[in-house]
């Protein structure tokens, strides 16, 4: 399926779409093309060239958006590598997301409060704090800003706006 990048319209990137979303948009007059792919869409009544990536013109928030906490983000945050040792989780079977303040204490499921960590490590660490285990974290959880796969994205676009100055 060919996906479509979408700007705001201060050329920052907010998504991807779908190629049919992405042409209702510009159908409408709610975006335009700014950059094309190198095909074209054949219909019954005429030949469309498909675009890459589209602008659309009322302004959408890039930054700042609320990110919901999930497993995935977790790991992806930290790499998967498990903030108590430092090793890198290859199998899925050793990754977990441990709670630095246990739930029994009062800790939450955010992203503030939980860190990735290898089977072994969350076992050791049990329901205890860092502190009370005697293990240290290799850095202080965050919530990320956005996706690392909207990062991969944003930095797509920022390469192609950029190819097309020169």
């Known amino acids: 399926m060919h996906r479509v990048y979408v700007l705001n319209n201060s050329y920052e990137c907010v998504s991807l779409t779908s190629l049919a979303r992405a042409l209702m948009l510009v ?41 919901r906490y999930s497993n995935r983000g977790v790991w ?49 660490k049990g329901n205890c704090t860092p502190d009370q285990a005697g293990m240290r974290l290799l850095r202080k959880p965050f919530r990320p800003p956005m996706s690392k796969r909207m990062q991969l994205v944003m930095q797509e676009v920022k390469a192609m706006l950029a190819e097309e100055a020169w």
């Open 27 to 67: 159908d409408e007059g709610k975006a335009e093309v700014t950059k094309y792919a190198a095909g074209v869409l054949r219909t019954s009544s005429s030949v469309l060239r498909v675009p890459k990536i589209i602008r659309i013109f009322r302004y959408v928030r890039a930054y700042g958006r609320t990110f």
């Open 76 to 124: 992806e945050r930290d790499d998967y590598v498990c903030q108590y040792c430092g090793v890198k989780i290859e199998s899925k079977a050793d990754l977990t997301a441990d709670h630095v303040l246990p739930r029994s204490i009062g800790g939450k499921e955010t992203y503030e409060n939980m860190v990735t960590a290898c089977t072994a490590c969350n076992r050791r």
